[in-house]
Nanobody, 119 residues
Framework: QVRLVESGGGLVQPGGSLRLSCAVSGTAFSIRGMGWYRQAPGKERELVAAITSGGVPNYADSVKDRFTISRDNAKNTVYLQMNSLKPEDTAVYYC?????????????WGQGTQVTVSS
């Protein structure tokens, strides 16, 4: 059974930093895309950042130049370094991966970790 375990969320003041981690276990197949989404109260879930199996990142405009996504394929782990945090970054952050099994793409989500930016 594929399992995604997130860590690193919490309360931080505006301008501060946090680093999220998502460790994946239980898959015998290579992980293709890995990414982070977030959902604020009353809003739709949105893509924050994603990274391909080859290490090519993609960012939402709202986090460019502040957030950095990276992955360690040997550890099946994806990270999100968040700097210069703003109150509008407050949300539950979800890890997402996709795995190709034969011709089928399977998507998996983490349970979410709360990030609160407030003074």
């Amino acid at each position: 059974q594929v399992r995604l375990v997130e860590s690193g969320g919490g309360l931080v003041q505006p301008g501060g930093s946090l680093r999220l981690s998502c460790a994946v276990s239980g898959t015998a197949f290579s992980i293709r895309g890995m990414g982070w989404y977030r959902q604020a109260p009353g809003k739709e879930r949105e893509l924050v950042a994603a990274i391909t199996s080859g290490g090519v990142p993609n960012y939402a405009d709202s986090v460019k130049d502040r957030f950095t996504i990276s992955r360690d394929n040997a550890k099946n782990t994806v990270y999100l370094q968040m700097n210069s945090l703003k109150p509008e970054d407050t949300a539950v952050y979800y890890c997402h991966i996709d795995i190709m099994v034969l011709t089928t793409t399977l998507d998996y989500w983490g349970q979410g970790t709360q990030v609160t930016v407030s003074s």
